[in-house]
């Protein structure tokens, strides 16, 4: 029962209800508060807002059976094991001895300070935690442990012994010819590490053989393994999935005669979306102004109607919510649903019936939602189109359209675009300048090509499409007033934005502090920088400021797309929370069977999940990336390359290679010889004796020493030695002279 009186709900806070869920060891329900608390009907909600408030503060958690337990504080130092890097690069981790049924709270691990190596996924280190105001770590490395991961993956050499990939990787592992399981020299396995009981090389044991380290597919062979990405189906999900068949027409609404049209990339092979677009007559805006007003559109947005075939509760279910995302690599894609679903029937193919979740749009001639509509349909999508045959029409140029298609259908989509995209000046989102990296592969999986992705109009017109869409699915389910997942991306909290000032401050930018912080504020900033010719270095310190986006049934917003509310509705084939969204929706407007409403204490749970995986798929990618990328430029080495400056660390600088997408180190021991000093605050490594400066963001002219695909390393080294150097090496050479200390010498 607790220590607190059962009359006393009218005096109760926040503190008096932790200390109440701390004095049930085995944990409390929401109903056995309320009783044992005496708080009443009117209080509920009171007390659903405090216990989400102890939920976000890390103070209380949720096990598998829905109660309420005091929540596992993290100690001040504690054993990590590296699992992977987020998007800005920084190194991800969990607590080894993690005893809750929730997921680990989110640490990241600062580079290390007094190391030439940065851990690796896998590595265990013991580090220093710090708490940030959203919940999250950051961990300082005291030293890294000994003993390395528990299994290892690597190449089993011709010496018989284990190469491991990852990067870092500084010894090798011993194998007895007992323990090779016949593995050929050259070829990928994973080993488990044993006990250590002599001097010399740690002894392993292969425990897979994962075929040839160069063959096809063994780049994203390792990342799967490495990140541990479930991607075999059990025999029970396949049989569910192969048992699916078309679904019937009836109770759905007919939109085969629509020409809706799906636009992906050349190489897809899920079609999750289609789009159409009409003129439509605002009559409020047409009575509100002389010439008749702006025109205004209708727009239909119908997606693959994935809950008809995943059921809740079933095997595809809960190996789809496991998996939480679809992870594609250059060579294949690890899908988050069997291909007889997410190539079959759940994928918008032309010519084909198709059920779907259909959102009509109406918006006004300057972009507004003026009102909605949610429907579950059949459709027969029209065309299959490419990125690149709708810019050609866009572009007036003649394009042969698939099925006698008209370029009129596409032109009232880009009409609906425009419109569209005033409203999204107006809102001022954050107008970041980011590339994508594309690798060409042949039919035997060796990379002929790597580049760049394009930036076309095509690209913005469907992700302005799938915006709209996605707000038009949070009001709905708000108006309904049902707890759903929200795509949230926060402000930038306090401890990345009082860097970033004092980096652009260095700059002579400012970003006031006491003022509400708005996309906008930072769009100020990259408009300045672009006339101070340093847009690529304010571009790259405004996106590492950035909150990660995530999924919760919190309504945080979205700071970067400047939205009050967003979800995520438009890709329930390769995103779990989509599907989540679309049962939400059917439940909500009573749209027929298979809706499901999460309890909004679950969806904090599920949403910590999907956050995860989703950053696990992120970082698989970019590993893979890599490595394609090392093997493609193995054969230029010597070769100089232009590269931009994009990170610097006390071991060296990082240098994004120009229309690559790839990325090499230049190490120290490739640097003029002096004793460099990192400042942190404008990022930049700094000689102390000869005045070079290394500054983030700035161009750099490299040389490509070595590539090694199996780690997706490459190594660099400056082209040209700075004239400030030579100067500064000559002067310290007089006899009796000092050595003199140079201003910036930026090359």
């Not at 890390?58 to 005091?70: D, E, K, P, Q, T």
């Not at 600062?110 to 770590?137: C, Q």
């Not at 109009?457 to 699915?473: D, P, T």
């Amino acid at each position: 029962m607790g220590n607190l009186p059962r009359n006393s709900s009218t005096d109760l806070s926040k503190r008096d209800i932790l200390a109440y869920i701390r004095d049930h060891a085995d944990g409390v329900g929401k109903r056995e508060l309320s009783r044992d608390l005496a708080i009443g009907a009117k209080k509920r909600n009171w007390l659903k807002n405090q216990l989400t408030a102890l939920l976000n503060e890390g103070m209380i958690a949720l096990n598998r059976n829905g109660v309420y337990i005091a929540a596992q504080t993290l100690p001040r130092v504690a054993v990590l094991k590296v699992t992977g890097t987020d998007a800005g690069g920084d190194a991800l981790a969990v607590p080894i001895n993690w005893q809750e049924d929730r997921e680990p709270p989110l640490i990241f691990v600062n580079p290390a300070r007094t190391s030439r190596r940065s851990p690796g996924i896998g590595d265990r280190v013991l580090a220093r935690l710090t708490r940030a105001e959203n919940g999250a770590y950051r961990a300082d490395i005291i030293r890294q442990l000994e003993g390395g991961p528990q299994r290892i993956l690597g190449i089993f050499g011709e010496d018989g012994r284990i190469h491991p990939v990852a990067r870092g990787k500084r010894f090798d592992y011993e194998v007895a010819p007992k323990n090779t399981m016949s593995a050929d020299p050259g070829e990928l396995v994973i080993a488990e590490v044993l006990p250590k009981k002599r001097l010399g090389l740690t002894q392993s044991r292969v425990v897979e053989r994962l075929g040839k380290g160069e063959g096809p597919q063994a780049f994203s062979h390792i990342a799967v393994h490495m990140h541990e990405i479930p991607h075999q189906f059990s025999a029970d999900v396949l049989v569910e999935a192969e048992a699916c068949g078309r679904a019937p027409a009836s109770g759905r609404v007919d939109l085969r005669d629509i020409p809706l049209v799906t636009i992906d990339g050349a190489d897809a092979r899920d079609f999750d979306d289609a789009v159409f677009a009409e003129p439509w007559d605002d009559a409020e805006a047409k009575a509100g102004t002389e010439d008749g007003g702006l025109r205004g559109w209708h727009l239909i947005v119908a997606i693959a109607d994935v809950a008809w075939y995943v059921r809740p509760g079933s095997e595809l279910d809960r190996e789809a919510r496991e998996r939480g995302n679809s992870v594609y690599f250059p060579d294949r894609v690890i899908p988050m649903l069997p291909e007889a679903l997410s190539n079959g029937w759940c994928s918008l193919k032309p010519d084909e019936d198709r059920p779907c979740l259909a959102a009509h749009l109406w918006i006004n001639g300057a972009g507004e939602l003026q009102t909605f509509k949610f429907e579950r349909a059949i459709l027969r999508s029209h065309a299959r189109l490419t990125y690149e045959q709708v810019q050609q029409v866009r572009d007036s140029e003649k394009v042969a359209l698939p099925n006698g298609l008209s370029p009129e259908v596409i032109d009232a989509l880009f009409g609906a675009y425009d419109s569209l995209l005033s409203a999204r000046k107006s809102r001022h989102p954050l107008e970041l300048v980011t590339s994508e990296p594309v690798v060409t592969l042949d039919e035997s999986g060796v990379v002929t090509e790597m580049g760049e992705r394009p930036s076309l109009e095509s690209h913005q017109l469907i992700e302005e499409f799938m915006i709209a869409a996605n707000i038009a699915a949070a009001i709905a389910l708000e108006r309904a007033r049902r707890p759903f997942l929200y795509r949230a991306h926060e402000v930038p909290s306090p401890d990345k934005l009082d860097p970033f000032r004092d980096f652009v401050d260095s700059l002579g930018m400012s970003l006031p502090k006491g003022q509400i912080i708005r996309a906008q504020s930072f769009n100020k900033l990259l408009t300045q920088a672009k006339k101070d010719g340093i847009s690529r270095m304010v571009s790259d310190a405004v996106l590492r400021c950035q909150a990660q986006a995530r999924y919760t049934p919190e309504d945080l917003g979205h700071f970067g797309l400047a939205l009050r509310r967003y979800s995520h509705f438009t890709s329930p084939i390769r995103r779990y929370p989509d599907l989540m969204v679309h049962r939400a929706l059917i439940e909500a407007l009573s749209l027929g069977e298979n809706g499901q409403t999460e309890s909004f204490e679950d969806l904090l749970e599920i949403g910590a999940h999907l956050s995860r995986t989703e950053r696990r798929a992120g970082a698989a990618e970019r590993d893979t990336v890599s490595r394609f990328a090392s093997a493609y430029l193995s054969s230029r080495i010597g070769d100089q390359i232009s590269g931009v400056i994009n990170g610097v660390a006390k071991f060296g600088l990082f240098i994004t290679l120009e229309g690559l997408g790839a990325e090499g180190l230049v190490p120290m021991r490739e640097l003029p010889d002096d004793r460099y000093q990192v400042d942190e605050k404008r990022r930049r490594l700094m000689g102390r004796r000869n005045g070079l400066v290394f500054q983030s963001g700035e161009p750099l002219e490299v040389i490509l020493r070595e590539s090694n695909p199996l780690s997706g390393s490459l190594t660099l080294a400056l082209a040209n030695v700075p004239e400030q150097v030579k100067t500064a090496g000559t002067k310290g050479k007089r006899k009796g002279s000092k050595k003199r200390r140079h201003r910036s010498a930026r090359k």
